[in-house]
């Protein structure tokens, strides 16, 4: 019998992209898939649109529950799905219809026990920006993994150059490989639980296969959403996400402690970037107020001795310099004259 993919769905209030994003999926050229959508509680039509679809559609299965988060979400359509592999779209994205059949050829050919790809980031005015994996092209067994990937896996040295990208919609996992994991990915990560996700599945991973050049997810980025905008509370979320990756790592025994204090602050660098130019309505004290909170905490303090901005691109270099020696009005000045000039991304 030919193997199975089963597509998941996180869906909340997503009326709006519902149709684009389903239909993506149920045209698929591979037809041999099954489509679990798992309503989180929304509170607009999408209950009533994830009926519908599987009604019209055999392959279509429609979950509902109480608003979990995004992370409860996905883990329940995961225990709902009955595919040997599991593959994830963000209810606001879509895929291109050649998505199935391709991994399904891969599956068959490598027997791989995750499938890497590349994502297409859309913005505004219909600007592509491809994402794709550091890693190269082809199979990777578990020798590879621990040699080559685990050094690398949260940095190669500047800032956000992970060796994988962390989101859960460019990869294809083995099912039975997800529910190993599960109940060690806590419900409550709000950012970062895709890398958290993914962070523990590669881990127990015995291999991989990576394609590159490949970019049939289609994410789709909105200013607006909680990745895009901005969010007052997000280092304390980051936090969170910092300490679930420590507790992965000594599970799983990941030896690179390291690695997940140069993401933290990487993550936590961004994100400062994001205060200074997207929090301009509070004045230059309130910024530096916040700006300074963040700095002096004993966590991200700790994490800032562990890495080597030598080692990062030169505007990431000068930014990051600047934050360690808390030159917050320099700081300010320059990353706000650099967004303007756009020369630097917030």
């Known amino acids: 019998m030919e ?30 898939i099954e489509i679990v959508l798992v309503d989180d509680g929304s509170t607009d039509q999408t209950y009533a649109l994830c009926e519908e679809a599987a009604k019209k ?13 995004l992370m409860n979400a996905w883990k329940r359509g995961v225990r ?15 895929i291109e219809n050649d998505l199935a059949q391709t991994l399904i050829a891969k599956i068959k050919e490598q027997h791989a026990d995750v499938i890497l790809y590349g994502m297409a980031v859309e913005y505004a005015g219909s600007k592509l920006v491809y994402n794709d994996n550091r890693l190269a092209e082809g199979y990777h067994s578990k020798e590879d993994i621990e040699k080559i990937i685990w050094p690398r896996y949260f940095s190669s040295g500047d800032m956000q150059s992970e060796i994988i990208v962390p989101s859960r919609d460019v990869k ?52 607006e959403s909680m990745i895009g905008g901005y969010d007052a509370g997000i280092f304390d979320k980051m ?16 030896p690179y402690p390291d690695q997940i204090e140069k993401d933290f602050v990487s993550h936590v660098l961004v994100y400062m970037k994001k205060e200074i130019c997207r929090n301009r ?17 004993a966590v991200f303090s700790e994490a800032l001795k562990k890495i080597d901005i030598k080692k990062y691109q030169l505007k990431n270099r000068v930014f990051a310099g600047l934050v360690i020696r808390k030159q917050y009005l320099v700081l300010y000045a320059l990353t706000n004259l650099m967004s303007a000039l756009g020369m630097g991304k917030a």
């Open 80 to 94: 709902e799905a009955s595919g040997e592999y599991i593959a994830f779209c963000d209810s606001d994205d879509y």
């Open 3 to 32: 193997r199975m993919i089963s597509f998941v769905v996180p869906c909340y209030n997503c009326e709006k992209t519902f149709e684009r994003c389903i239909g993506s999926i149920r045209n698929q050229t591979y037809n041999r």
């Open 239 to 254: 936090l969170t996400l910092r300490n679930e990756l420590v507790k992965i790592a000594g599970i799983y025994g990941y």
């Open 281 to 297: 309505k509070s004045g230059y004290g309130q910024v530096k107020r916040n700006l300074v909170t963040v700095r002096e905490n």
């Open 57 to 69: 559609d055999a392959r279509v299965k429609a979950v509902h529950q109480n608003n979990g988060g």
């Open 172 to 223: 294809a996992f083995k099912r039975d490989l997800l529910m190993k994991v599960m109940d060690h990915l806590n419900d409550t990560v709000t950012v970062g639980e895709d890398e958290l996700t993914s962070f523990a599945v590669i881990l127990s991973a015995n291999s991989i296969y990576c394609m590159k050049q490949y970019f049939p997810y289609h994410y789709i980025r909105n200013d």
